[in-house]
């Protein structure tokens, strides 16, 4: 079974560029989630996604970030435009169960972003 | 508000010592899960455990050994007689039930030969 996977695995782009990340969950997990770990912090959550409804989005740090998860499948996260503050790790992860059965959550690899 | 702490920053030991990871939480839910993540050189985090608020059993995973108190509301990690593969950052989570994980600012241990 292939696990969660994250596109591209490194972003280096301009300050005022717009960046998309990927995300591939695990086939058949309704669950999908957006994390970032900025300068070394602790990992934070972006938002969660129920097949492709927005469960939670209160990690969001502003309206320059969107998210979207078309068909319940493949999730984007993108940044326009990016500011220094958003560089970062942003990981991705999915799971199976609904709220409430703590079902854990499995992660990709994750996108390092550095906006310069 | 949810919290978790992992005092910890760095851990270094030498290859076959026992080492413990810390792990204290936070919370006003009377339900919620703790776990353990792994975050090797490679980057991914590798799910290890979970545990939820009404089994306070230990647990023995071959090297790897969790002791879950709520007494403490701590959930601390022992590796015996680590190895040089157990280098990596740990991560300790909570969830209350929301499918929010909150992280502890993680352990990076060093097992050197």
């Known amino acids: ?116 | 508000a949810q919290k978790v702490t992992q005092a910890q920053t760095e851990i270094s030991v030498v290859e076959k010592e026992d080492v413990t990871l810390d792990c204290v939480y936070e919370t006003r839910d009377t339900t919620y899960y703790l776990f353990w993540y792994k975050q090797p050189p490679s980057g991914e985090l590798v799910f290890l455990i979970r545990r939820n608020s009404f089994d306070e059993q230990n647990e023995i995973s071959g090297r790897y050994s969790w002791n879950f108190q709520k007494s403490t509301s701590s959930f601390n990690f022992t590796i015996t007689a680590s190895q040089v593969v157990d280098s990596a950052v740990y991560f300790c989570a909570l969830d209350t039930g929301f499918q929010k994980l909150v992280f502890g600012t993680g352990t990076r241990l060093l097992v050197s030969p």
């Open chain 1, 1 to 116: 079974e292939a696990g969660v996977t994250q596109f591209p695995s490194h972003s280096v782009i301009e300050k005022g560029q717009t960046v998309t990340l990927r995300c591939d969950p695990i086939s058949g997990h309704d669950n999908l989630y957006w994390y970032r770990r900025v300068m070394g912090k602790e990992i934070k959550f972006l938002l969660h996604f129920v097949k492709e409804s927005k469960q939670d989005e209160s990690g969001m740090p502003n309206n320059r970030f969107l998210a979207e998860r078309t068909g319940g499948t493949y999730s984007t996260l993108k940044v326009q435009p990016a500011e220094l503050e958003d560089s970062g790790v942003y990981f991705c992860a999915s799971s199976q169960g609904g709220q409430g059965t703590g079902q854990p959550q499995h992660f990709g690899d994750g996108t390092r972003l550095s906006i310069l």
